[in-house]
């Protein structure tokens, strides 16, 4: 172990291990399967790259993001740890080099993503590579209870059965335990060492703000709270409007969203990591293995999708282990908005038909034929040439896509979009001064409605272009000039939309999609809805003890810096025990008369209820002060 530390000191620059890196690092140096789960901030990385470092060869870091792959190389790069990762829009020159490089120089870590491990390319230089571990980054990828499910991490066991007598290691920050059972399977791990940290984080308050002026009450958190802070917000329209709230309120702040260019994403990320301006507003897309420890407030303005991705960008903030907040700002409407986009993230099967019949009608494939062509694809245009409703049609798309029938490109998922910056006064005062405007702007106006001038709204240039029967070219200039005008914003699509057909054009009757496996996912994402819905309207429990359950994880003490513990400890009047629950109450308090017991006693005492039943009322004496835990670790009456 005293290697270790060498290794951690020299390239790390830190004296001793976090809590369960040495004993994880431990087990993949006795050549045993791991499986760790590592709370955000937890230093999972250390558990491969110190292991990999100690050992000769190279190992192979599995990754879901380009953006995550190139920022760890950055960062093993800078430490002078010899690294490199393979992405799309590599050439194959470049990757061939780049490969042999890692069967004969001294490359220790090759990042790659999932679908790579298919490729004959890397197959054959891999059998070439002294490989000392293959180590999986974002395992719950891997299980479709997770919340960032991807098909390709079920190519990883092929891979790995490849190389039998190297170890496995699998690192995530949050499972459920189906996403664990799913992970121990769908890799079949050989005996495998599990380790997991606690999920609780003892310097992290969540709070739930109900809230109708959200921006104000942002504003008013950013400036008492003060220090780094990342805002979330579930569209790009959005992360732009609040980071302009912010500014105009004299707080530095950016934004981020997948829609931009890899440069500008990564010049914005690097300038926030520098402090050079306060907040940045992003998407989900950003902060994925960003290491930047002094983030003392992330705040959600819409609600997410799962616990899982909730806790992952909650814990963003607090990663050196000062106090740090998280808080989501919630109004009814986001509920229903939360529902509604769950709703329409899983068509029906007509729905799902109709828009495949669409497609390749549109594509003019023929029944059997189209597998693995490339199409030039502007959805838009399919659903006005189909009449078909815009955004049922797209949410069509991305799940025939996620069913693995076609692959859209990046460009397609993000299509152009405008809004009119001016009043409806100065916008008819612009068309007098420029009559060779008024045509084109009066047809916008007819074609997209009255909701230009509150909010971004999806064009399709090459639409606009047949129907008011000009080039295309002269659209998309026009619109340029108007932007240069500032008489709108104007978000031009990034690259020409691109549709892959993963397999041949099937008959509607026998769709390849698996109905039964369409409906249980269905019914796991109304599970995790659910499980928000539940976390953002309670207020009796922990927020930690909510957070930690969700995961399988039974915690002995609230946090005592939440909203609600805050909030009991002002209010000495509100039950202390649920309904139904007075009996066990009084129990509890006669049980511990005699003295102090262990949880497990206790819970033992209270049945028949079950272990989660008996706890959630110990809980609550824990949190009214009836009933507390002793330096020994039992518990017993507050007054004892």
Same mark, same amino acid.
């Given at each position: ?15 001793? !291990? ?5 004993e994880i690092i431990q087990a993949v140096l006795d050549q045993k399967d791991t499986l760790a789960l590592l709370p955000t901030g937890g230093g999972k990385s250390i558990c491969f790259q110190v292991p990999a470092l100690a050992k000769d060869g190279i190992c192979i870091v599995i990754s879901p993001l380009i953006a995550l792959m190139q920022d760890q190389v950055d960062q093993l790069k800078k430490r002078g740890i010899p690294a ?9 020159? /470049? ?18 993503s999932p679908e790579r491990l298919k490729t004959d390319l890397f197959l054959a230089r891999a059998k070439q590579m002294n490989i000392n571990l293959i180590a999986i980054d974002e395992a719950h990828c891997i299980s479709q209870w997770g919340y960032d499910f991807r098909p390709s991490y079920l190519a990883i066991k092929e891979f790995k059965d490849l190389f039998p007598s190297v170890t496995c290691l699998a690192l995530t920050a ?28 003892? #310097? ?39 980071? *302009? ?23 914005? *990320? ?37 616990? &899982? ?70 959805? *838009? &245009?399919?659903?006005?040439? !189909?009449q078909l409703p815009a955004s049922e049609t797209f949410y069509a798309l991305k799940t025939l896509e996620s069913e693995g029938l076609l692959l859209m490109s990046e460009s397609m998922q993000n299509p152009s979009k405008i809004k009119i910056k001016v009043s409806a006064t100065e916008l008819y005062d612009f068309q007098i001064r420029n009559e060779k405007f008024e045509s084109i702007i009066k047809f916008l106006l007819r074609q ?7 909010? !971004? ?10 129907? !008011? ?50 409906? *249980? ?45 805050? /909030? ?12 139904? #629950?007075? /009996? ?57």
């Amino acid at each position: 172990m005293n290697h270790l530390q060498e290794i951690l000191q020299k390239y790390w620059g830190h004296m001793a !291990f976090r809590p369960l890196q040495e004993e994880i690092i431990q087990a993949v140096l006795d050549q045993k399967d791991t499986l760790a789960l590592l709370p955000t901030g937890g230093g999972k990385s250390i558990c491969f790259q110190v292991p990999a470092l100690a050992k000769d060869g190279i190992c192979i870091v599995i990754s879901p993001l380009i953006a995550l792959m190139q920022d760890q190389v950055d960062q093993l790069k800078k430490r002078g740890i010899p690294a490199v990762a393979i992405y799309s829009g590599m050439s194959a020159r /470049q990757i061939d080099i780049l490969l042999d490089n890692c069967i004969y120089g001294e490359t220790k870590f090759l990042y790659i993503s999932p679908e790579r491990l298919k490729t004959d390319l890397f197959l054959a230089r891999a059998k070439q590579m002294n490989i000392n571990l293959i180590a999986i980054d974002e395992a719950h990828c891997i299980s479709q209870w997770g919340y960032d499910f991807r098909p390709s991490y079920l190519a990883i066991k092929e891979f790995k059965d490849l190389f039998p007598s190297v170890t496995c290691l699998a690192l995530t920050a949050s499972a459920t335990p189906p996403v664990k059972h799913d992970i121990l399977e769908k890799l079949a791990l050989k005996n495998p060492q599990i380790f997991q940290k606690s999920f609780s984080r003892a #310097n992290l308050s969540y709070s739930i703000l109900w809230d109708d002026l959200k921006e104000q009450k942002l504003v008013h958190m950013i400036q008492k709270v003060g220090g780094s802070c990342i805002v979330y917000a579930r569209n790009r329209r959005k992360t732009q409007e609040i980071a *302009q709230i912010l500014s105009e309120q004299g707080i530095s702040a950016s934004f981020y969203h997948a829609g931009m260019t890899p440069d500008v994403r990564k010049s914005k *990320q690097d300038d926030w990591i520098q402090n050079k301006f306060q907040c940045m507003v992003a998407t989900n897309a950003f902060g994925m293995g960003i290491d930047k420890p002094d983030v003392r407030l992330v705040v959600h303005m819409d609600l997410p999708d799962s616990l &899982e991705a909730y806790y992952q960008e909650a814990g963003r903030a607090g990663r050196d282990e000062k106090k740090a907040f998280a808080v989501i700002i919630a109004q009814e409407n986001d509920l229903l908005e939360l529902h509604s986009h769950w709703e329409k993230s899983f068509p029906t099967t007509e729905t799902l038909k109709k828009t495949y019949q669409a497609l390749s009608n549109y594509l003019q494939i023929a029944e059997g034929s189209g597998e693995m062509t490339s199409y030039d694809f502007d959805w *838009q &245009e399919m659903c006005r040439r !189909f009449q078909l409703p815009a955004s049922e049609t797209f949410y069509a798309l991305k799940t025939l896509e996620s069913e693995g029938l076609l692959l859209m490109s990046e460009s397609m998922q993000n299509p152009s979009k405008i809004k009119i910056k001016v009043s409806a006064t100065e916008l008819y005062d612009f068309q007098i001064r420029n009559e060779k405007f008024e045509s084109i702007i009066k047809f916008l106006l007819r074609q997209y409605g009255g909701n230009l001038y509150t909010q !971004f709204v999806t064009i399709s240039e090459a639409s606009i272009s047949q129907l !008011f029967k000009s080039p295309l070219a002269d659209i998309e200039r026009t619109l340029l000039l108007l932007e240069k005008f500032e008489i709108i914003e104007y978000e031009k699509q990034n690259g020409l939309a691109k549709l892959t057909l993963l397999s041949p054009r099937a008959n509607l009757e026998n769709l390849p999609i698996l109905w039964n496996s369409y409906v *249980q996912k269905k019914e796991r994402s109304r599970t995790k809805i659910d499980a928000i819905e539940s976390y953002v309207r309670q207020n009796q429990v922990c927020r930690t003890v909510k957070i930690v359950a969700y995961f399988g994880e039974t915690l002995a003490q609230t946090c005592g810096i939440c909203d609600i513990c805050i /909030q009991k400890k002002h209010d000495k009047t509100g039950k202390s025990f649920p309904e139904g #629950n007075e /009996q066990e109450r009084k129990l509890i308090l006669q049980y511990l008369k005699n003295g102090p017991m262990k949880l497990q006693d206790l819970v033992d005492c209270l049945r028949p209820l079950s272990r989660t039943e008996a706890t959630k009322v110990i809980q609550y004496g824990l949190e009214s002060g009836e009933i507390a835990y002793s330096a020994a670790d039992e518990i017993g009456l507050a007054s004892s």
